[in-house]
């Protein structure tokens, strides 16, 4: 069944990651994240020192330990096997047709040549190659390379700053995806247990494996995002998503090493792949790019938002928008009232689940679908009890029109949902007796004016481990605020 709804309520499905930097670190800035629609905050390890990440991750504790009905999930994402230009005193001005080496010695920086930070920079390139600097700014063409100098011609020009960004056009590093510098990084975040790692420039399966194995040992529980940023990642799609917890597509990078022509088609079938096996996806970079400087976006902006929430995207992020750009809080608006106004012109449309090889499994599938069709028919929101956040997950996957009230007794389980769209997840301790802990839920609700009295909702609570054991595993319910 399908049909458009137009409804412009304030409880937006779409999720908003912000990367926090000197914009946006201070107490009073979180905060205002945090109202303005923040739900997860990204710790970009690129940047800033673990003393900084430090207060930020207190400080996003404090804001969740002092509004129990909100969440800011913590995102940490690592640096990655990058590939950058050294330090240079002034922007070096690169003009079409003037030659310009990279050099794989340190610390040097003149007019014509710059170090970079990785020495096999030279294995890496060949003659012909297109080198893209700042994600294509700029691009140069390798004309002749030395055992420690890569000679070119500047094709497009521009300003050249310290530590740059290199990628060379359809190829990736053959750095390992995960340095010394992450596996420091990553402890840092189990010792602050961050909910989620964007691991960046996933090329296959095993980097998330060795991740995943090394969190079980640490007894961590994280859920580990792929990034998907490279070239070499393409052919390993299937199996990254499979053994991740969810995707990022991060356009950037993937838009300079692959034709950038593909990255609209890679960005549907990525949301799509990921939706198929109920994992979040997050589509990243660029998204207000011109507000890190304006206060308004361009138009080919806003509809980018808007294409993402159409596909059905998990979240949307802002990076430079958030971290250093000149209006954080107005960039989190644009990203709120443009995902919100796309939402309410959503055709809502649902297919029943195939039927899997595991009972339970297509079981649960059918339960999330019949109450979203429910849900849908009677114009209601959901609430779910849950404590493995299954129940909740699979009803996510259906992407309901309403919210999904997803009432959980695990307060790791309550920050994890945070990224999941259509998902408002609130801790509250279940009681032994049913009745009473839906009473308790309902009253909390139409205490925060997000259900109304006489609305119905849809009331659901299912697992395979049941949580009121006397009770049925599977039942549905459509009640009447009453309380």
Not at 302 to 323: N, W, Y
Request: hydrophobic share 40%; glycine share 6%.
């Amino acid at each position: 069944m399908g049909k458009t709804r137009v409804r412009l309520s304030g409880l937006r499905k779409t999720k908003i990651v912000c990367t926090i930097g000197p914009s946006t670190s201070t107490r009073e800035m979180i905060w205002k994240l945090a109202e303005s629609g923040m739900n997860v905050a990204r710790l970009n390890m690129s940047h800033g020192d673990h003393n900084s990440h430090q207060k930020t991750i207190d400080l996003v504790k404090e804001y969740n330990a002092q509004f129990p009905d909100k969440v800011v999930a913590i995102m940490l994402d690592t640096k990655g096997p990058e590939v950058r230009s050294g330090d240079v005193p002034q922007p070096i001005t690169l003009k079409e047709g003037q030659e310009f080496n990279f050099t794989i010695k340190r610390g040097v920086s003149t007019e014509d040549t710059v170090s970079v930070n990785y020495d096999d920079f030279i294995n890496d390139v060949e003659v012909g190659d297109i080198l893209l600097v700042d994600g294509g700014m700029m691009s140069l063409a390798v004309k002749e390379k030395t055992s420690d100098v890569v000679k070119c011609i500047v094709v497009d020009g521009g300003e050249l700053k310290s530590r740059r960004h290199l990628n060379v056009r359809g190829k990736s590093a053959t750095l390992p995806s995960i340095t010394d510098k992450d596996w420091e990084d990553i402890k840092f975040g189990v010792d602050n247990q961050v909910d989620f790692y964007a691991v960046s420039f996933v090329k296959d399966a095993n980097v998330v494996l060795e991740l995943k194995d090394y969190l079980k040992r640490s007894n961590a529980d994280i859920h580990v995002i792929a990034k998907i940023e490279s070239a070499d990642s393409i052919p390993n799609l299937e199996s990254i998503i499979d053994a991740s917890d969810g995707a990022m597509l991060a356009r950037g990078d993937l838009g300079a090493e692959l034709p950038i022509e593909d990255v609209p088609l890679l960005q549907e079938d990525i949301i799509r792949r990921c939706c198929s096996v109920h994992k979040p996806v997050i589509v990243a970079t660029n998204m207000l790019e011109s507000m890190i400087d304006h206060p308004t976006p361009t138009r080919a902006e806003v509809s980018d938002i808007a294409i993402a929430v159409r596909g059905s995207a998990d979240a949307v992020m802002l990076s430079g928008e958030t971290a250093h750009g000149k209006y954080p809080l107005k960039a989190v608006n644009v990203m709120h009232t443009v995902a919100l106004r796309t939402e309410s012109s959503l055709f809502t449309s649902i297919v029943p689940p195939l039927q899997c090889s595991t009972p339970n499994s297509y079981m649960g599938e059918m339960f999330a679908f019949h109450a979203t069709t429910m849900a849908n028919t009677l114009d209601t929101p959901i609430i779910v009890f849950t404590r493995t956040g299954s129940m909740a997950i699979l009803l996510s996957h259906y992407r309901p029109s309403s919210t999904i009230f997803a009432f959980t007794n695990d307060e790791r389980m309550k920050q994890r949902l945070a990224l999941y769209r259509g998902i408002l997840p609130i801790y509250m301790p279940f009681s032994d007796d049913a009745e009473e802990t839906f009473s308790r839920a309902l009253k909390l609700l139409l205490e925060k004016g997000m259900v109304k009295k006489w609305q119905h909702v849809t009331l659901v609570q299912s697992g395979v481990h049941s949580i009121w054991r006397h009770e049925s595993t599977h039942h549905i319910q459509v009640r009447e605020v009453t309380n």
